[in-house]
């Protein structure tokens, strides 16, 4: 029980943090009604249905056959290492920057791998964490927190573009040059992937047989086999992109979120319950405490005042 409770925290750490602080809080503001005030309502609902439709199209393959599509068109250590990074940055926009990891990450490891790249994997985790975080920077749900400000303050889309397209650029052009400078020195003392002939003659060799090069981690048949897509389904795709489709116009605030949130439950409830399983209830649950947290301070006079006067000069 003591491992669990330790594995849980290490996972959790931020929100288990939160929960504390708003346990804490509580102590000085009891709970009453007042608190249903403190949650941003259309905040959870729109980064529910973000987390989920995410998911959805994550078990079902669909961003692996993308990606896959993509990075099989890249030959040089340079231009596969652009090509991760790069995918995991635009996946960041439209599937929030955790979930663009949880996608992103194995496949690299078993892209790297086959190729006989395996050197590269930290210096290609590294950027991937950047580009998560950086680029997704630029749509309302590319990460919790833009979804939250652009929902709280009545942001429109001109506006948000406008204040985050400097950074964006910044950040984007920073990671692409580090991309380039760093998996390019990797690229002239390693030289080139493999053509296909030689993948090729990879395959066939045995199981067991011996890396010829220190790069491999495992054989690339197996590391092939073990990452293998399954059949894309047409129709879920279709679903799912309507899901999405509605999910842009709630964060929007075009269509109610709430009457997306329960759509999205019920096409999910009978296309693949599995993503409504796989959704990031901690990241949920993180933000549910920062709300009472926060609700919960404005509520102390001292504080609420100076904080006030913080806001008011800054």
Known sequence: MAHR?????????????????????????????????????????????VLAVASAFRLMGAFDHAARAIIGRFHTPRALALALVLTTAVLSMVATNDMALIMMLPLSAAALVAARHARLLPLIFVLQGLAANLCGMIMPFGNPQNLYLYSYYGLNLEDFLGTMTLPFAISTAGVIACTVLFAGKRERRGGRIASGSDVAQREAEPLDSTPESADSAAPTYATQKAVSLGYLSWRRLIAYLGLFF?????????????????????????????????????????????????????????????????????
């Open 246 to 314: 509605l999910t842009i116009l709630a964060v929007f605030g075009i269509v109610p979120p709430l009457a997306v949130m329960l759509a999205v439950i019920a096409v999910l409830a009978a296309a693949d319950w599995r993503a409504l399983v796989a959704v990031d209830y901690p990241l949920l649950l993180t933000f549910v405490c920062f709300f009472i947290f926060a609700g919960n301070l404005a509520r102390i006079p001292a504080l609420s005042d100076w904080l006030g006067s913080l806001m008011t000069n800054h």
């Open 5 to 49: 409770l330790c594995l849980f925290v290490r996972e959790h750490i931020v929100l288990v943090v939160a929960a504390l602080a708003a346990l804490a809080s509580m102590g000085a503001v009891t709970p009453d009604e007042a608190y249903l005030d403190y949650f941003d309502w259309r905040t959870l609902e729109c980064l529910f249905c």
